[in-house]
């Protein structure tokens, strides 16, 4: 294993291995990595020439897809998806990233010189709760430059069915 110049002998949302053929190895470690983390990543790895789209939208919109051929990447699932029954394959599309993120532990996946690694930032903050903000992060991979976004509306949205409370009157 090669550590990418100026990285951290560990880090914790991240881990970036670079390989004799120029590929790198990245595993995310944390699934919703913070803006900071996807930017010092996105340092790294341009460093290797691998292209880094970061996106914000809000809680109701998504990029169109495809923007590009996708690279599978490979989750460690958990062992207590096993015990839930759940057996289904991890997603290859992100709108179906959502239903297993819980179950999920790291991803890794092989990038080469010119592919592209895409975030996707949802955040939504709420009108009735001053500096509550729920935040999820959609990422992907694909072969070469990536499509620009073009945000459509979610044909599920994340918060569907979800109430929020403040936390300070319990109820």
């Known amino acids: 294993m090669v550590l990418i110049p100026g990285s951290p002998a560990e880090s914790k949302a991240y881990a970036v291995e670079r390989h004799g053929d120029g590929s790198v190895t990245l595993t995310l470690n944390d699934l919703t990595p913070r803006p900071d ?8 790895l341009r460093a290797n020439g691998i292209h880094v789209d970061i996106q914000n939208l809000d809680f109701t ?16 699932v958990s062992p207590a998806a096993g015990a839930r029954g ?5 997603p290859h599309k992100p709108e179906q990233a959502s239903s297993l993120t819980p179950l999920m532990d790291t991803w890794k996946i092989t990038l080469h ?21 729920v935040r999820s992060v959609i990422f992907y991979a694909v072969k ?10 979610r044909a599920n949205p994340i918060l569907e069915g979800v109430t929020t409370h403040s936390p300070d009157t319990g109820r």
């Open 144 to 153: 070469g430059a990536i499509k620009p976004c073009v945000p459509v509306e």
């Open 37 to 44: 983390d996807q930017r010092e990543l996105t340092e790294r």
């Open 61 to 76: 919109h998504q990029c169109k897809q495809p923007r590009g051929e996708a690279i599978p990447g490979n989750y460690n």
């Open 86 to 90: 759940n057996a289904s394959a991890p």
């Open 113 to 133: 010189r010119g592919d592209t690694l895409a975030f996707e930032n949802n955040l939504l903050h709420d009108s009735k709760h001053p500096g509550s903000v």
